[in-house]
């Protein structure tokens, strides 16, 4: 039987002006109001961040955008799943309020010219070495976002750990009186993490992608009883480059700056992963 709705359809505002319009009611009530950014192509990861914001404001709005500034010119903008009337669906069930759905005219029009150059967690040898630009495109449409929603708070997934701590870094240097929230990633059964790229996997690479979160809890194991994190490291990228993944990097890092990370036993870690396998580029991270 299909499910019923047991909530209407949000709105979907396309401009940030009726978003505005749409929002005024609730900020005279002062409703406290999350965000939750996306690019569409919607899943239970996805899902989740929308719970959260649930939990955690009155209203909640969604905005769907395939950003273009973050995207390298040989990436996959183009191809970048797009399934819009699928995750309406989904915000429906979920209950969220309000979707925004700029097109690029409207996120930048005719002689834009301020692009934000993020460094700190942006400039570490991480995802900003392979996808250079990225983090730019990132930090600017967020810092729009939330100038054009104005959340009290904004929800993102543990998952892109390091836009998360980008994001929370120019959201603090920016004053942007928003508080911005790392939700937990969610897997797959086999420990496959969440992704809109998942769908571009074969079905051979599928089955060999669970060895990156594999790798990541065996590694956070043995680090945290005390073996050299060099030689784990080591012992990690030759476990995942065997199942046939070229490896852009597995790196220890600080959780909160992502520096290379102090040697000693106090302060908090993170461990992070990317890799390519056929055309499908997975990250992942865990905490150590
Ligand atoms: O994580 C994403 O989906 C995107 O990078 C974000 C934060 C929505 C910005 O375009």
């Known amino acids: 039987m299909a499910k019923t709705a047991k909530h209407k359809r949000p709105r979907v505002v396309k401009s940030v002006k009726a978003l505005r319009d749409a929002m005024s ?31 955690s404001a009155k209203k909640v709005v969604v905005s769907i955008f395939v950003n273009p500034t973050q995207f390298g010119p040989n990436e996959d903008f183009s191809r970048y799943p797009r399934t819009l009337e699928a995750d309406l669906d989904k915000l429906t069930q979920a209950g969220a309020d309000l979707v925004f759905m700029p097109d690029a005219k409207e996120m930048y029009p005719e002689g834009f010219s301020t692009m934000l150059t993020p460094s700190g967690p942006a400039a570490v040898g991480l995802d900003d070495k392979f996808r250079p630009g990225h983090f730019s495109g990132v930090a600017t449409v967020v810092a729009k976002l939330f100038t054009s929603v104005m959340p009290d708070i904004a929800i993102f997934g543990d998952k892109d750990y390091q836009q998360l701590q980008v994001i929370k870094t120019m959201a603090r240097d920016l004053h942007l009186p928003v508080k911005v929230i790392g939700a937990p990633v969610i897997r797959e059964k ?56 070229k490896i852009d990097y597995l790196e220890l890092r600080d959780a909160a700056t992502l520096a290379p990370a102090p040697e000693d036993k106090k302060s908090k870690k ?16 865990i905490a150590v």
């Not at 009611?25 to 406290?32: E, G």
């Not at 989740?48 to 939990?55: G, I, N, R, T, W």
């Not at 051979?204 to 009883?225: F, M």
């Open 25 to 55: 009611d609730w900020r005279k009530r002062k409703l406290p109001i999350a965000l939750v950014p996306t690019m569409g192509a919607l899943h239970a990861g996805h899902i989740s961040l929308v719970d959260l914001a649930k939990k």
């Open 190 to 245: 086999d420990g496959l993490a969440l992704s809109s790229r998942n769908v571009y996997l074969s079905a051979a690479d599928r089955a060999a992608a669970p060895i990156l979160h594999k790798t990541l809890k065996q590694s956070a194991k043995a680090i945290k009883q005390g073996e050299a994190a060099d030689a784990v490291l080591a012992r990690g990228r030759e476990q995942i480059a065997a199942a046939g993944f």
């Open 270 to 285: 993170r461990l992070l992963v990317a890799a390519k396998i056929g055309n499908t580029r997975l990250i992942d991270n």
